[in-house]
T-cell receptor, first 113, second 113 residues
Framework: DQQVKQNSPSLSVQEGRISILNCDYTNSMFDYFLWYKKYPAEGPTFLISISSIKDKNEDGRFTVFLNKSAKHLSLHIVPSQPGDSAVYFCAASAASGTYKYIFGTGTRLKVLA | DAGVIQSPRHEVTEMGQEVTLRCKPISGHNSLFWYRQTMMRGLELLIYFNNNVPIDDSGMPEDRFSAKMPNASFSTLKIQPSEPRDSAVYFC???????????FGPGTRLTVL
């Protein structure tokens, strides 16, 4: 039973446009969320996180939005660049700063030049 | 500085054989994690070590899986006997402490025929 779901396995976006990656979760106890980025033949790397006390966190071109009532979060990349092409994993945990993250299945983003 | 090192990068074996995956965490990190990535389930935490001691092995799928951390700079994940459904990418990650950012290795792609 997937507690963290990324329903879009892939997404293609033109360079310069906005990329929106979505993630849904089922466990209302989750209060800390993260996004990881993974290039081929490499391990995932941390990208951005958000605590449930916030509804938005921004870091440069990357913004994560959290809608607790809908149990939904999204990652916005603006503007998208070809180097952003990677697999993006959403993860959640039930206690801020715990080691135990529940990951989604990932969304493969392709940014077209 | 070297990141998390995993070996081998690729392993192809036949059903029933023993498989050993190796990990060298980042020096100074006292937390180590083994994950498995599949298309259907995404990234799943298999086991977590803190100061070389297994703290949480609830994600280990079966008794065929075992993990050890004999010292702070080395860990192994063993599958005996291996089965085709064990085919996946196995990641090792380490962090300074349990609640700190996890740094992933490049992974070992395991194929069991």
């Amino acid at each position: 039973d997937q507690q963290v779901k990324q329903n879009s396995p892939s997404l293609s976006v033109q360079e310069g446009r906005i990329s929106i990656l979505n993630c849904d979760y089922t466990n209302s106890m989750f209060d800390y969320f993260l996004w990881y980025k993974k290039y081929p033949a490499e391990g995932p790397t941390f990208l951005i996180s958000i605590s449930s006390i916030k509804d938005k966190n921004e870091d440069g071109r990357f913004t994560v939005f959290l809608n607790k009532s809908a149990k939904h979060l999204s990652l916005h990349i603006v503007p998208s660049q070809p180097g952003d092409s990677a697999v993006y994993f959403c993860a959640a945990s039930a206690a801020s700063g715990t080691y135990k993250y529940i990951f989604g299945t990932g969304t493969r983003l392709k940014v077209l030049a | 500085d070297a990141g998390v090192i995993q070996s081998p990068r690729h392993e192809v074996t036949e059903m029933g054989q023993e498989v050993t995956l190796r990990c060298k965490p980042i020096s100074g990190h006292n937390s180590l994690f083994w994950y498995r990535q599949t298309m259907m389930r995404g990234l799943e935490l298999l086991i977590y070590f803190n100061n070389n001691v297994p703290i949480d092995d609830s994600g280990m799928p079966e008794d065929r899986f075992s993990a050890k951390m004999p010292n702070a700079s080395f860990s192994t994940l063993k599958i005996q006997p291996s089965e085709p459904r064990d085919s996946a990418v196995y990641f090792c990650a380490s962090s300074l402490g349990a609640k700190d950012e996890q740094f992933f290795g490049p992974g070992t792609r395991l194929t069991v025929l």
